[in-house]
């Protein structure tokens, strides 16, 4: 899925492709930093930075505006499957954050993990009705960590497939 982005997206600047990689919520910052660095030979630095910021894109319209949204996105048949198992996701993951608040939504997004990450964590977050400010704040921070250990997984990967 991530190479057929990449392809769709070919003539496009490697930092744009690394960008809307780290934006889209089936790749997010875990596809986005792999990609920057052993594909494009980013260093990690600028991989996470591009990689994080796009990541929080999303986060603040999910959190402040995603009940609009939902409604514009049911109109379609395509959009409205797309909110179906994003809502389902969200609520199937959420006891963490349920039982830890906050914090527990920081963990949620920090684990590298697919189905969980600041799309859905974002959205975890609206459907439990917590503090927009607050969960922003530990979004971000658990975006951070994520980064961390994506991009210490990505290095010791990349040293693994060298020494092969």
């Known amino acids: 899925m991530i190479e ?8 496009t600047s490697e930092e744009l492709i690394v960008f809307i990689l780290a934006v889209l919520p089936i790749s997010e910052l875990r596809g986005a930093i792999p990609v920057a660095v052993a594909v494009y030979h980013f260093s990690f630095l600028k991989a996470i930075t591009i990689a994080v910021i796009g990541n929080l894109v999303p986060v603040l319209p999910i959190l402040l505006f995603f009940d609009k949204l939902e409604g514009l996105m049911r109109r379609s048949t395509l959009s409205n499957r797309f909110i ?10 959420s006891a963490m954050v349920k039982e830890l608040g ?3 939504l920081m963990f949620f997004v920090a684990v590298p993990l697919p189905v969980t990450g600041a799309w859905t964590g974002s959205l975890v977050a609206f459907l439990l009705g917590l ?3 607050r969960s ?8 951070l960590i994520a980064a961390a250990v994506v991009s210490l997984l ?3 990967g990349i040293l ?3 020494a092969a």
């Open 102 to 104: 906050a914090i527990g």
């Open 84 to 93: 179906e198992w994003f809502i389902h996701r969200a609520e199937k993951r």
């Open 131 to 133: 503090d927009v400010r």
């Open 136 to 143: 922003f704040m530990h979004i971000s921070f658990g975006v």
């Open 154 to 156: 990505t290095h010791f």
């Open 4 to 11: 057929q982005i990449i392809n769709g997206l070919s003539g």
């Open 160 to 162: 693994v497939a060298q």
